[in-house]
T-cell receptor, first 109, second 115 residues
Framework: QKEVEQNSGPLSVPEGAIASLNCTYS??????FFWYRQYSGKSPELIMF????GDKEDGRFTAQLNKASQYVSLLIRDSQPSDSATYLC?????????FGDGTTLTVKP | KAGVTQTPRYLIKTRGQQVTLSCSPI?????VSWYQQTPGQGLQFLFE???????NKGNFPGRFSGRQFSNSRSEMNVSTLELGDSALYLC??????????????FGNGTRLTVT
């Protein structure tokens, strides 16, 4: 079992819809959780981070964390074609960031 | 503020050779991490340096090594290159490092091709 698993893609949503990206992790001791966006041919860039159970909102993005279920998600409201990218979930554990394989999102106009 | 700078952007090497990659972190960031990204394996952690000390190491063979200088700049070295080392090598900096839950700021990467 991989340490960080993301829902398999690719994920395709129409413009204006909500995109839901999911991530589970294996180590209950993990303390911080990050979502990065990576456009094709570019390096990852931070979108959001979350440390506490519950929801955290930033503009059109909402991160949700449930440590009991070892689950973290990212919701993108009013999806735009510019949101088309690979989204990487990262979990900080024992002093290093472990990344999931990523979910590729395509937003169709 | 300047971002993370990696040099060179592209490298082509032959099997058996060695290569050195360079990374300059964001000013004030003391932690530098290195990752290997391939289509099949995703982003794999190589190692993290903080204040010139290797603080964490991933599951890579000893051919992969690194160091950090007093100005926080870091270098990564791969010796005896193999075809499987072809990848995008990403450097990331953060103020305090993963131990303090700091997010990572990535450079543009070095694309290494081994022939």
């Amino acid at each position: 079992q991989k340490e960080v698993e993301q829902n398999s893609g690719p994920l395709s949503v129409p413009e204006g819809a909500i995109a839901s990206l999911n991530c589970t992790y294996s180590d209950r001791g993990s303390q911080s959780f990050f979502w990065y966006r990576q456009y094709s041919g570019k390096s990852p860039e931070l979108i959001m981070f979350i440390y506490s159970n519950g929801d955290k909102e930033d503009g059109r993005f909402t991160a949700q964390l449930n440590k009991a279920s070892q689950y973290v998600s990212l919701l993108i409201r009013d999806s735009q074609p510019s949101d088309s990218a690979t989204y990487l979930c990262a979990v900080n554990d024992a002093g290093k960031s472990t990344f999931g394989d990523g979910t590729t999102l395509t937003v169709k106009p | 503020k300047a971002g993370v700078t990696q040099t060179p952007r592209y490298l082509i090497k032959t099997r058996g050779q060695q290569v050195t990659l360079s990374c300059s972190p964001i000013s004030g960031h003391r932690s530098v991490s290195w990752y290997q990204q391939t289509p099949g394996q995703g982003l794999q952690f190589l190692f993290e340096y903080f204040s010139e000390t290797q603080r964490n190491k991933g599951n890579f063979p000893g051919r992969f090594s690194g160091r950090q200088f007093s100005n926080s700049r870091s270098e990564m070295n791969v010796s005896t290159l193999e075809l499987g080392d072809s990848a995008l090598y990403l450097c990331a900096s953060s103020p305090f490092g993963s131990s303090y839950n700091s997010p990572l700021h990535f450079g543009n990467g070095t694309r290494l091709t081994v022939t």
